[in-house]
């Protein structure tokens, strides 16, 4: 079985470009969550997505970033006009529907965004 | 509000002598408390999580952690280190009450270098 698939897995921008980040979760799950993860900091939420809804997204900075599960497809994490700021590591992790508040997340190998 | 703090950000072991790594909780209501750890360039894998069972739960690969309520900690263990071991260890409490969802809030991390 695969694992959460991430991808890229490492990505480099320069500032004002677009970043478009990829997850395909665990076969079997339908909940998605994206973290960020900082130079020497531990992941910070960002938003939770179940098919074509999302749940969350009280960690989402309110400008230039976006996040999608659509039907089809995999889940996608927009970043519009990067900054520096923005590089940092983005985590996507999966659970099953039976997952919930398990505390149990799958996590992908990340994808890690470097803004020039 | 949910919180965790650990209180060293490296450990520095030698194999075969065992291992602390220390995490104080705080939360409002009756909290889940995991173990994550992070090997270099890959996601995170759960070690071991407590949901208001046994106060001492065992993981994977030898790690174990006990819940004092007393003290609002939840230190990760591990009676004889491993070269394998060296990682990244995260705390994580759920930022959810049971029922919830996977919305976790993670600690700032301890970074364990394991020496021969």
């Known amino acids: 079985n695969a694992g959460v698939m991430q991808n890229p897995r490492h990505l480099v921008r320069r500032r004002g470009q677009e970043a478009r980040l990829r997850c395909s979760p665990m076969k079997g799950h339908s909940h998605v969550y994206w973290y960020r993860q900082l130079p020497e900091e531990g992941l910070k939420f960002m938003v939770y997505l179940q098919k074509e809804n999302i749940i969350d997204e009280s960690g989402m900075p309110k400008e230039r970033f976006s996040a999608e599960f659509p039907k089809e497809g995999p889940s996608i994490l927009r970043i519009q006009q990067v900054v520096r700021g923005d590089s940092a590591a983005y985590f996507c992790?999966?659970?099953?529907?039976?997952?919930?508040?398990?505390?149990?997340?799958?996590f992908g190998e990340g994808s890690r965004l470097t803004v020039l | 509000a949910q919180s965790v703090t650990q209180l060293d950000s490296h450990v520095s072991v030698s194999e075969g002598t065992p291992v602390l790594l220390r995490c104080n909780y705080s939360?409002?209501?009756?909290?889940?408390l995991f173990w994550y750890v992070q090997h270099p360039n890959k996601g995170l894998q759960l070690l071991l999580k407590?949901?208001?069972?046994?106060?001492l739960v065992k993981g994977i690969n030898g790690f174990e952690a006990e819940f004092k309520k007393s003290e609002t900690s939840f230190h990760l263990t591990k009676p004889s280190a491993h070269m394998s071991d060296a990682a990244e260890y995260f705390c994580?409490?759920?930022?959810?009450?049971?029922?919830?969802?996977?919305?976790?809030?993670f600690g700032a991390g301890t970074r364990l270098a394991v020496h021969p």
């Open positions: 407590y949901t208001s069972a046994a106060t």
């Open positions: 939360s409002s209501y009756s909290p889940s």
């Open positions: 992790a999966s659970s099953p529907p039976s997952g919930l508040n398990t505390g149990e997340l799958f």
């Open positions: 994580v409490v759920s930022g959810q009450p049971s029922g919830g969802y996977n919305k976790l809030i």
